[in-house]
């Protein structure tokens, strides 16, 4: 059906983005899908303690992982947009960056382990677990098919290797096998993803072989990026920092804890990932109008959190009410998680919004702020963490992470030059703009 020809809409590029970030969420929730029923399995396989184990380890070595991409996926799709003729040197040189420091990141979380070990984990499983960041350097493959708004690729990787990864997991469970094999099997995972980056980039005469090293673009991705490495070990202390805190400040019964937590946490943050495909594809287009209109580089902005709050209110909603039916899936001692995820769901409006205004500050330039506001966020959980926690439990956890996550994305407010966004995010957030478009119509 032909679109009605509108000043300045552009019907070729509106299907081409719309298909990218169809194709881009289909392999997002079909990896969901599959992720969801394995770990749904694994947990009721490995029961709270040692669920809570695993959980524990992954989020201890998140917290490095993070280190490990520098910040330099949204960068290299910028500078891809900018410079597609220079695709060669721009992702050979961010995955030697990303190759180092994720190299890097191995002796630092065993300093890391001397300093504060986790009680009750092995570091057997954290050293397995500390190569996570090396085997993530190849994600400068998603960066690029981003950028050439060519998703589908991306979705053939992640189905294909969420099926693989789900027969394993299966398998080890159907054989009764150890802890230590579902910590293998994590780290695998990262792996088969990075593989299948790589098989998919070397077809059509795209070689990995091809690229090169440039030190001044280091210098150059670097020197924009650094905000962005505080911010992603920010984002992971406020994000992650919460399972780590209810297992050491509960003591013995922290592990178990920790582990039926790790539940709610993972239903609630399920579809995190859609603001992330979302605006991982339509970037590009926000960068076209803020070169073209700025006019229409607004209303871009406006649509853009409209649609975050009407999609994550909605699925808030429906995990508050249905989280006691949700919970029928997992073994009875899951269930006291229900209330939890009825609370931590809610986080999920402010996470939203808080990616699609990420990529409004890196658009301007301000990518300084965005570790100013995670770090703002991070604090603010710590210390309601260490507030709640022992009074409430994970009750107090899930309260603090919602509380954290606001604050986080809501700190534009108080800078002036930034203000702006923070209001047009309080606009959507209220459904302001929605009544507007009512009564408009």
């Known amino acids: 059906m032909k679109l009605p020809a509108i000043k300045g809409f552009n019907e070729e590029a509106f299907n081409k983005y719309l298909k990218n970030t169809g194709l881009l969420m289909l392999g997002r929730v079909g990896s969901l ?78 300093m890391a382990w001397q300093l504060y070990p986790l009680a009750d984990i092995s570091y057997r499983i954290i050293f397995i677990l500390s190569f996570t960041g090396l085997f993530q350097s190849l994600t400068v493959v998603d960066a690029y098919f981003q950028s050439e708004v060519k998703s589908k690729y991306i979705m053939q990787v992640q189905i294909i290797g969420n099926l693989i990864s789900a027969v394993i997991k299966i398998t080890l ?83 178990a804890e920790a582990g039926v937590y790790a539940t709610a946490v993972s239903f609630s943050e399920a579809l995190n990932f859609v603001p992330v495909a979302i605006v991982s594809s339509l970037f590009p287009a926000i960068l076209n109008a803020r070169r073209d209109d700025a006019e229409r580089y607004k209303k871009r902005l406006q649509n853009l959190y409209d649609l975050m709050v009407w999609m994550s209110l909605a699925f808030a909603i429906f995990v508050t009410f249905a989280s006691p039916i949700i919970y029928k899936l997992f073994k009875p001692e899951f269930a006291t998680a229900a209330p939890a995820l009825s609370i931590h769901v809610w986080g999920s409006i402010f996470v939203f919004l808080g990616v699609a205004s990420g990529q ?12 100013i506001r995670t770090g703002v966020g991070a604090l603010i959980n710590i210390i309601l963490n260490l507030l709640l926690i022992p009074k ?50």
């Open 360 to 371: 409004y500050l890196i658009a301007e330039g301000y990518s300084k702020l965005t570790f």
């Open 392 to 441: 409430m439990g994970m009750i107090g956890t899930a309260i603090a992470t919602v509380i954290a996550y606001f604050s986080a994305a809501f700190m534009v407010l108080l800078i002036p030059k930034t203000r702006p966004q923070g209001i047009m995010m309080l606009k959507s957030l209220f459904l302001i703009t929605a009544f507007q478009k009512i009564i408009k119509r």
């Open 173 to 255: 469970i159907f054989t009764s096998s150890p802890l230590i094999y579902f910590v293998f099997s994590y780290i695998f995972d990262i792996l088969l993803l990075s593989i299948g980056y790589f098989a998919v980039y070397q077809r059509k005469g795209r070689s990995i072989f091809n690229w090169g090293f440039d030190g001044k673009l280091a210098k150059k991705l670097l020197h924009y990026s650094w905000p962005l490495i505080i911010s992603g070990i920010m984002v992971s202390v406020y994000m992650k920092i919460d399972l780590l805190m209810l297992k050491e400040i509960l003591g013995e019964k922290g592990t």
């Open 33 to 110: 899908a599959i992720k969801m029923f394995v770990s749904i399995k694994v947990a009721n396989y490995l029961l709270g303690y040692n669920n809570g184990i695993l959980t524990s380890a992954i989020t201890y070595v998140y917290l490095f992982a993070s280190i490990a991409g520098l910040g330099l996926d949204q960068f290299i799709v910028k500078e891809l947009h900018q410079n597609p003729s220079n695709r060669d040197k721009i992702l050979g040189t961010a995955f030697l960056l990303k190759v180092m420091a994720g190299l890097a990141c191995i002796p630092a979380i065993f």
